[in-house]
């Protein structure tokens, strides 16, 4: 066994667990940063390619009161104001110091260039540039995790399971991937920072370690999850033809500049069936725009790969360079000419707004265990505004990272427990090999169709229920003990994903079956409207091996 010893260790090396690092260590503590991938190159920050959302007043006047208006209006009621506050008040501090960090934000006559993105009231988002934001920033906070000697970077390691003694976070044990060997990391705070569920889905724009490990670690430790049903899909993901290296949400801002006509399978245009006619423009709102693809292909109108066509053939070739040069070469390195033929899109996972509760400090109901960037449920209630996710991930990062030290600091020791930790490793004491065990690539496959087709954009009871019953049958095939056990050994990592992957499915069923309503990225199709009585934020715990979901009021913000 691997045994290390830290002041604060930080799981997941997103962009939310790199800045928590990065906060914690400068406040005087020895961290671990630890990642199932490599530091830095995992989750969802480093594939972002768009904006960033942070009111600085830049080019036109602003104010984080208006940012946090905007997204509290987004959030359709269900915000937690105080969390939503720490995300607009902070978010500038944390931008700058981005800046002072040579991240590259494009300027414009000596001032941080701002776009206005749907849903804001003004230019409020920064960017690196359509292609990069994402990668400049994972590459800016590298940079500085390498000048940090009391930060110590590991890879290839998934934690299992959180140790908690006495109701208190004391560390974790996991798998170092490489070795095959159980690894134990005693620390003072635990920060869990391991990004959403997009893996849940078949179609998904997030990296392959976003499963929901966090929220299943956080469960099973005892703290709560909130607004666990609330999956947020982007109408126009790209489809095919395959595109390497390049956003698959990237057709947004086409769209929104150039307008991108979406044809069906006859090459007709379609939006006004559902109620809003685009005449050229791109005026589709998100949910619309999902709805009408969903229902054309419902209705046998669909592109061959089952999406919509989205067409920039009647753009000019010179207007498309000069809206997006380096995007256009970029394309065509993938065989893709927007001069000659259409691409297809369809909605995909791409943000989930649910995650683990906790509070204006980021530490969940179990003390010395907090959550950061996209593990945080609250802040965006119903529905995200666009360009918060970067921002949620420097605030809540650097904000955990600073809180955490800080109760790391006023311990005397970390409370490990050996026999606390003997139980979660016991699930190590594992077969020897595969003989009897499901096909778990098979079950994955089966999980991410089941999400998509039960649990997607558009959902009915029948359905929900539907996949609650499947999901349950294949947690009891997929049985309680791992297989294998040999460094990468495909089929007991697939155990230990499908163990949190089938459990996180559940709370997002369990919650969605509950919502009787539509509000933000719920909506029932047998429930349609938004009610007032259904302005409830819903809480699951998981105790004995249930799941136990309760409702309450979100909180008011003070006057």
Not at 284 to 304: N, Q
Not at 338 to 350: C, D, F, G, S, Y
Not at 365 to 387: C, Q
Not at 436 to 457: C, F, I, K, R, S
């Amino acid at each position: 066994m691997i045994r290390l010893e830290s002041d604060v260790l930080v799981i997941g090396a997103g962009g939310a667990g790199m800045y928590a690092a990065i906060a914690a260590a400068r406040d005087g503590c020895r961290v671990h940063l630890i990642d199932r991938s490599l530091i830095g190159r995992g989750g969802a920050t480093v594939m972002a390619q768009m904006t960033v959302a942070v009111a600085l007043g830049e080019q036109c006047p602003d104010h984080w009161e208006h940012h946090l208006a905007d997204t509290l209006a987004a959030g359709r009621g269900l915000c937690d104001p105080a969390l939503a506050q720490l995300l607009c008040e902070s978010a500038p501090a944390r931008i700058r110091e981005m800046d002072a960090w040579k991240v590259g934000w494009a300027r414009e006559n000596g001032h941080l260039k701002q776009v206005h993105a749907p849903g804001h009231d003004r230019a409020r988002c920064v960017y690196v540039d359509f292609l990069n934001t994402g990668p400049a920033v994972s590459r800016t906070l590298r940079a500085q995790l390498n000048r940090i000697d009391a930060i110590r970077r590991i890879g290839d390691v998934l934690i299992t399971d959180i140790v908690v003694h006495e109701g208190e976070a004391v560390g974790a044990v996991g798998l170092h991937l490489l070795s095959g060997e159980t690894v134990a990391l005693e620390a003072k705070s635990v920060i869990v920072a391991t990004g959403g569920l997009t893996r849940l889905y078949r179609r998904n724009s997030g990296s392959l370690n976003m499963g929901g490990d966090g929220y299943a670690l956080a469960l099973r430790a005892g703290a709560e999850l909130v607004d666990m049903e609330f999956v947020q899909f982007f109408p126009i993901g790209h489809l095919a033809p395959r595109m390497i290296g390049m956003d698959p949400i990237m057709w947004d801002p086409f769209r929104y500049k150039l307008g991108g006509r979406l044809l069906n399978a006859k090459g007709e245009e379609f939006a006004d069936r559902y109620g809003q006619a685009e005449a050229g423009n791109y005026v589709l709102t998100r949910d619309v725009a999902t709805y009408a693809i969903f229902k054309e292909v419902e209705a046998g109108r669909g592109s061959p790969a089952g999406g919509a066509y989205l067409s920039f053939t009647h753009v000019p070739e010179a207007e498309l360079r000069l809206a997006f040069g380096p995007v256009i070469d970029r394309l065509a390195k993938n065989g893709i000419d927007l001069t000659k033929m259409p691409v297809e899109v369809a909605p995909i996972a791409h943000y989930h707004m649910g995650g683990v509760r906790v509070d204006a400090a980021m530490e969940t109901r179990i003390p010395n265990l907090f959550a950061a960037g996209k593990a945080v449920g609250g802040a965006n209630g119903a529905n995200r505004l666009s360009g918060n996710a970067i921002s949620e991930a420097f605030v809540f990062g650097e904000h955990a990272g600073t809180t955490a030290a800080a109760r790391a600091k006023a311990r005397a020791a970390s409370g490990w427990d050996e026999a606390a930790a003997a139980k979660a490793l016991a699930l190590f004491n594992r077969r020897g090999g595969a003989a009897g065990v499901p096909n778990t690539a098979a079950l994955l496959v089966e999980l991410q169709a089941l999400m998509a087709d039960h649990v997607g954009p558009f959902r009915t009871e029948d359905k929900l229920l539907q996949a609650l019953r499947r999901l349950r049958q294949m947690q009891r095939e997929l049985g309680p003990l791992p297989a294998g056990g040999a460094h990468y050994d495909m089929v007991c990592l697939d155990w230990f994903d499908l163990r949190n992957m089938l459990l996180v499915a559940q709370c997002v069923v369990l919650a969605a079956i509950e919502r009787k309503e539509s509000r933000g990225a719920h909506q029932r199709e047998d429930f349609p409207g938004m009610l007032p009585e259904w302005e409830l934020n819903q809480r699951l715990s998981y105790r004995k091996g249930e799941l136990h979901l309760e409702r309450a009021a979100p909180a008011r913000r003070a006057p």
